[in-house]
Structure formats: C-alpha cells, structure tokens
C-alpha cells in the first residue's frame, strides 16, 4: 500500500479502492506511515492532528491522530496562494490554528497533560490545511486508513501570528470558512475538544511514544476548527480569523511532480 500511495501522489492519480488490507490497529497504520515517510522524498517540516470520533477509537485510546506535513507542501499565505487536491480523490480546506515549537520537547516525556503543553515554548499561527488524498473514501473508511497516507494531508497554508496565545480566552479565538464566497462553516479554537491546550499535549506525547519527539520549529496544525469541507478544482477558500486575519487559496488539480531529494 505504501507503494501505491506513493505512486499515486507522485502523479497526481486517484485511487479506485484502499490499496490493501486496512491495518488491524492505529499503531499498525502508523507502521505504514512510518514507511511512507521513509520513502518520499521530502523532510516532514511539521504534523497534522485529526480528531477521532469515540465510535472509532481502539485500544490504543487515542483520541486523535497524526500525519505528517512535507517541506515542499508548506506555504506562507499570500495574495496568490494556490493549493492542491487530487482530482478523482479526497479534496477539503480546513481552518487551522498553528503552532510552531520554540523549542525541542524531551524525549523522554511520553506523557503531557494540557497544562503542560501550554507550558512548552510555542508560538500560535493561523492557518489552512489542505486534506487531501488521493483515495476519494478515505474519512469514509476511517482513521486507520487516514493514518496511513499521511493523515489525508497535502499541504498547509500559514498565515499572522497570534500573540500570547497562552493568555488568551480561547472562546474569542472565532473563524469563518467561506468557498466561493459562501459560508460553510464557523467555529474556533473551543471547537476542538479540549483546545489548543489538549491538541498540543496529544501531539508531543504521541510523538514521543513513537520516537519522533518534537523539534523546535515544527508546526502543528491542532485540528479542523469549522469543520471539513469538500473543495474542487476551480474554487476559491477563504478562512476568516476574527481579529487575525485572512488566508484566500485558489485551488488547482494536483500534479505529477518533478522528482525530488529530501530537503
């Protein structure tokens, strides 16, 4: 399966069905993101986190799940800003709250409470990811699937900084979703469950319990903040952070892309 989502990013395809059998558990399929990542090539410049439904949880008890952000997907807004989904495949903007480490998370620390996190040296951006994927079913068939090609990830738009974000309420933290000019969705920072604060503390303890600790530097996308929304080639997003700004993405196909060295 790695193989085949390999391929199919490579050259902007789509795929017909999961290209194998679906892992047994969340550990399982971060195995298989683990060896994706080895095989593409690029460096992973940060983590997606996406929230689990109860319904969908295993033993492992995660509540959430990550995947990986690559170097060449990460842009700083622009007036110009252009993202990529696979035709044929999943496509979806996402309103999201960025942080960027400010400094590295011990190795050692396998567990962290939301309090903690808010403690970690960190800096709030807002943002835009683009989920997307090359299997058009892949919320459908759930988080061990999504894990397994790289979180339904391709790319993350960053925008402003929020100051003192840890000081902040984050109840006044809002967002608005528009496509086309329509609104799809609002919400905020309080919209995730738990927060930023909780978000934050499940990336550096699952991190770290698969020995990937955190650098200083990395971003994470702490989750959808108005929801997931459908998007095509041809449209135009836009998120509207109340008080901090707007990011506006114009969408276009994914492409074959050029052959690359990890970064």
Partial sequence: MVDA???ARRN??????FPGVIPETLVDAYAVQDAAIAAWPDAVV???????????????????LLGPIFRRNLQQAGQATRIAVFAGGFGAIEAEYVLRLDADAPADKLDWTPDEAAA??????IGLEVASSPLATINVLGPRVVISDFGN???LVVGGEIADWTGLDEARLRVESRIDGAV???????????????AFAFALARSARRGRPLRRGELIATGNA??????????RAEVIFDGHGTITVDVEAAAPQAPGTVA
């Avoid at 970690?120 to 951006?125: D, K």
């Fill in 46 to 64: 940060g983590w997606k986190v996406g929230y689990i439904a109860a319904e969908r949880r295993d033993i492992s008890g995660d509540d959430r």
């Fill in 153 to 155: 990830n391709n790319g």
């Fill in 12 to 17: 902007g395809a789509a795929l017909p069905d």
């Fill in 184 to 198: 799809v969705g609002s919400g905020g920072a309080t919209t995730l469950p738990g927060g930023l604060r909780a």
């Fill in 5 to 7: 989502f390999g391929h």
């Fill in 120 to 125: 970690h040296p960190a800096t709030l951006f």
């Fill in 226 to 235: 108005t929801g997931i929304h459908d998007i095509a080639p041809g449209q």
